[in-house]
């Protein structure tokens, strides 16, 4: 079953602070959610699914370019098309965007597969990137424009 996307709310916060804990290493807190929340540029979106939130989207609309901040799925929900969810709500809805870009560990094979079958494809490499020295890898994929077939 495909989750409901919706725009992230302020009563959303504790929720989605618990599903960062649980996936990132240096998780954002609750008064970085609520700046995102004021931020006229940024875009935060949630999934839902019978068990409440289960994933959620951050990302900024500057330029004609989407950069996304932050994509999180729950440990227990991954693996069922949650973050393809997310991604494809965020195509379809930002239809000013000329492209979408991101930075992915260089180790994080799941995610650089997803976004690979998603259009993306690595432009370059940040050395030394992450807290703990990781690389990152520098993603984009061209906005898919109203009739190009594509």
Same mark, same amino acid.
């Given at each position: 079953?495909?989750? /409901?996307?919706?725009?992230?709310?302020?009563?959303?916060?504790? !929720?989605?602070?618990?599903? #960062?804990?649980? @996936?990132?290493?240096?998780?954002?807190?609750? *008064?970085?959610?609520?700046?995102? *929340?004021?931020?006229?540029? &940024?875009?935060?979106?949630?999934?839902?699914?019978?068990?409440?939130?289960?994933?959620?989207? $951050?990302?900024?609309?500057? &330029?004609?370019? $989407?950069?996304?901040?932050?994509?999180?799925?729950?440990? =227990? @929900?991954?693996? /069922?098309?949650?973050?393809?969810?997310?991604?494809? !709500? %965020?195509? +379809? +809805? @930002?239809? #000013? =965007? #000329?492209?979408?870009?991101?930075? $992915?560990?260089?180790?994080?094979?799941?995610?650089? !597969? %997803?976004?690979?079958? @998603?259009?993306?494809?690595?432009?370059?490499?940040?050395?030394?990137?992450?807290?703990?020295?990781?690389?990152? *890898?520098?993603? +984009?994929?061209? &906005?898919?424009? &109203?009739? +190009?077939?594509?």
């Amino acid at each position: 079953m495909r989750p /409901k996307i919706r725009p992230m709310r302020l009563d959303d916060i504790p !929720e989605v602070v618990q599903i #960062e804990k649980a @996936c990132q290493p240096h998780p954002w807190d609750d *008064l970085r959610f609520r700046r995102e *929340l004021a931020n006229d540029r &940024a875009r935060l979106t949630v999934a839902c699914n019978q068990g409440g939130l289960c994933g959620f989207l $951050v990302c900024w609309l500057i &330029a004609g370019e $989407v950069e996304i901040h932050n994509i999180c799925v729950a440990p =227990a @929900c991954r693996r /069922k098309g949650i973050a393809r969810s997310l991604l494809n !709500e %965020l195509f +379809s +809805s @930002c239809l #000013e =965007a #000329e492209r979408f870009l991101l930075e $992915v560990r260089r180790g994080n094979t799941a995610a650089i !597969e %997803l976004y690979r079958q @998603c259009g993306f494809h690595v432009d370059g490499i940040r050395p030394g990137y992450y807290h703990d020295g990781e690389d990152a *890898l520098l993603m +984009s994929r061209p &906005a898919r424009k &109203a009739g +190009s077939g594509e």
